[in-house]
């Protein structure tokens, strides 16, 4: 726990460094980030995705008779075996997955898993099954392990224009919401205490050295970075892009498609045009972002993943939509992910309730990124051990 000394010793020193953006200062007064620290980005598709209609088994006879208005015919779908494409409009996708920078996580949730998107969600949120669950999310966990209290460091954030989601609640550390990378420069003239007391003198290097991180920052935002479609999403992943490139130490960031609350993923009604669009959104964002980091060879200290709270039912409802079902597809994307297709396609002909059965928990997923890729004890974070999944090279 952080003591009474530690507390008051950072707040004065976040004081004492006047007109330096708080988040600067507390990634300055860490050691320097090491080149090869590895970075999580975790992605929300708000709303319970159709994967279904994102990994098409296009193959199969009971797809196209359980979709008559909604399925993807195979002649437009991006083929990635003799059963599954991606949908038409995730050319970006079938790009990564052919270079092997994408793997497609198959049949994901929880055995009893709640079709309510608060509890649903809140489960993916906890990493806990069990109503009510921990009062901290896991990825504020996780971030409470990675935070050293002596240094101060900033571990994680949030990028996005929605309240900020249970997963980043934490209990040692407060993990910030940023909505514009420009509002992290340090203004110009940035007051520097004075004075020869230890806590001033550490003041005066915590400002020094955020002023340099602004300064790498803005260099970094005058230089544009890479090519990014004009998507929400794809804003969000730029600003991810530049604070790693800028050197924050930022282990972990959170970020969401679809709108937070019930999401725009949620198509109940006339799914297929809005769910075209959000795919594209998906696919061409992630593309972009990973191809930024690529070029400056840093994609390969990255990971990102991205989960629903739950998938769609193989049915559709009548409205030409789809309702809450059970198995969804989890996609990782990094220079260090073993791509292709991770597990078994869900049967079509063997339901839960119209959904996709789950045949791999969600826990391992979150064990294997935790345990092997942020180099944490996953036990403590998510309660128990869970089995890796095949999904990083080693």
């Avoid at 999580?40 to 708000?46: A, E, I, K, P, R």
């Amino acid at each position: 726990m952080t003591t009474r000394r530690e507390f008051l010793k950072v707040g004065a020193l976040l004081s004492l460094a006047a007109g330096v953006p708080r988040l600067l200062v507390r990634s300055a007064l860490a050691a320097a980030p090491a080149q090869d620290q590895t970075i999580l980005v975790v992605l929300q598709l708000s709303g319970g995705n159709d994967g279904l209609n994102t990994v098409i088994p296009f193959a199969d006879d009971l797809y196209h008779k359980s979709r008559p208005t909604l399925r993807q015919v195979a002649a437009k779908a991006h083929r990635i075996s003799d059963q599954l494409a991606f949908h038409p409009r995730m050319d970006g996708f079938a790009r990564l997955f052919s270079e092997g920078m994408l793997a497609v996580v198959q049949g994901v949730g929880c055995a009893k898993s709640d079709r309510n998107h608060p509890g649903a969600m809140h489960m993916w949120h906890t990493a806990d099954p069990q109503p009510p669950g921990p009062p901290t999310g896991w990825l504020g966990r996780a971030a409470d392990q990675l935070w050293q209290p002596a240094a101060a460091n900033l571990p994680a954030a949030f990028i996005g224009a929605i309240p900020q989601p249970f997963a980043a609640n934490a209990e040692r550390v407060i993990i910030p919401t940023v909505r514009n990378a420009r509002d992290l420069l340090c203004p110009a003239g940035a007051a520097t205490a004075a004075g020869g007391e230890p806590l001033l003198a550490c003041a005066r290097r915590a400002t020094a050295a955020a002023t340099a991180t602004s300064a790498r920052l803005d260099t970094v935002l005058r230089s544009g970075g890479g090519d990014y479609p004009q998507f929400r999403l794809a804003d969000e992943l730029r600003i991810i892009a530049q604070l790693i490139r800028a050197g924050t130490g930022i282990r972990i960031y959170f970020t969401e498609l679809g709108g937070g609350g019930i999401g725009g993923f949620d198509n109940h009604a006339g799914q297929l045009g809005n769910h075209c669009s959000l795919l594209e959104q998906l696919s061409a964002s992630i593309t972009a972002f990973a191809r930024d980091l690529q070029r400056d060879g840093l994609l390969d200290r990255v990971v990102l993943m991205t989960f629903s709270e739950f998938g769609r039912t193989v049915h559709e409802n009548g409205r030409r939509g789809t309702n809450h079902g059970a198995a969804q597809p989890v996609f990782v994307v990094g220079g260090k992910v073993k791509g292709g297709l991770v597990g078994a396609h869900p049967s079509l002909a063997d339901l839960d309730q119209d959904g996709q059965k789950v045949h791999t928990d969600f826990r391992c997923v979150y064990a294997t990124l935790l345990d092997h890729w942020l180099g944490l004890e996953s036990r403590a974070i998510l309660g128990a051990a869970h089995p890796p999944v095949d999904f990083l090279r080693t």
